[in-house]
Nanobody, 124 residues
């Protein structure tokens, strides 16, 4: 059984930064691609970023490109999402997800394991 736990969310002012972490337990996910998704109130869950198994390939939603960076440390079983220049429209619950495959993917259906989410609120 794979268990994903997100942390690092909180309240931040516009223009500020946060770093989210996703720690895995149960078994190592060093052979699996990972992703971050988010869901704002009243909206559907949407793709944010994905990273392949060794961290050499990443892909971002247009809305966060240039502001967010996804990375991973397989020795620590942890994936990160560095979020800079945050905007009020980035406010959402952010979810970490793991694929069974090693390559990046953008669709919710491509991910098998999900965390419980962490709240990010961008407001002055």
């Amino acid at each position: 059984q794979v268990h994903l736990v997100e942390s690092g969310g909180g309240l931040v002012q516009p223009g500020g930064s946060l770093r989210l972490s996703c720690t895995t337990s149960g078994r190592t996910l060093s052979s699996n691609a990972m992703g971050w998704f988010r869901q704002a109130p009243g909206k559907e869950r949407e793709f944010v970023a994905t990273i392949n198994y060794n961290g050499r390939m990443t892909y971002y939603a247009d809305s966060v490109k240039g502001r967010f960076t996804i990375s991973r440390d397989n020795a620590k079983n942890t994936v990160y999402l560095q979020m800079n220049s945050l905007k009020p429209e980035d406010t959402a619950v952010y979810y970490c997800a793991a694929r069974l495959g090693a390559t990046t993917a953008l669709e919710i259906r491509d991910y098998t394991y999900w965390g419980q989410g962490t709240q990010v609120t961008v407001s002055s």
